[in-house]
């Protein structure tokens, strides 16, 4: 099957789930990296990163969960879901947006103009993964 990469409505329903991994992915992120900027410590930028990643990938998929279970999901079934359809992109996501932090700030730092930088990377990378995925499976995280 090829894919058509011009289906509007589902270009809109994958740029909402992406939305929603997003908002999962930065809590969790820079929850974390605002956590190690402002307390001290010994650890590295790559593992303030890794840790950041890791905690965005937790709190996305909770709050997939949640949305799932809000409609009417298993709480099961939920947590399958968000973790198996969402995995992928929320790790390009992660990725994207550590990547982006890093190029601009030199490590893991949060600050006003950077943080819109890195959520449109976050945001840009996935959604051609979510759009496909979507289009090629009809699945999508939400």
């Known amino acids: 099957m090829s894919i058509v990469w011009n ?6 329903k994958s740029a909402h789930n992406t939305k929603w991994c997003l908002i999962g992915c930065a809590i969790g992120d820079f929850g974390t990296i605002a956590y190690f900027q402002f307390n001290e410590h010994s650890l590295s930028t ?7 990643m890791l905690n965005g990938l937790l709190t996305s998929i909770m709050l997939e969960t949640i949305i799932l279970v809000r409609s009417n999901f298993s709480l099961r079934d939920a947590l399958k ?23 601009l700030t030199g490590g893991a730092i949060l600050t006003w103009w950077v943080i ?11 959604w051609p993964y979510n759009y496909w995925r979507l289009q090629k499976h009809r699945k999508s995280c939400h």
């Open 7 to 12: 289906n509007r409505k589902n270009w809109i």
């Open 116 to 126: 819109p930088i890195a959520l449109f990377a976050g945001f840009l990378t996935p």
């Open 81 to 103: 879901t968000a973790f198996g359809m969402s995995f992928i992109s929320m790790l390009a996501m992660e990725t994207a947006m550590n990547l982006t932090d890093y190029a």
């Open 46 to 52: 790559l593992t303030i990163m890794l840790l950041a």
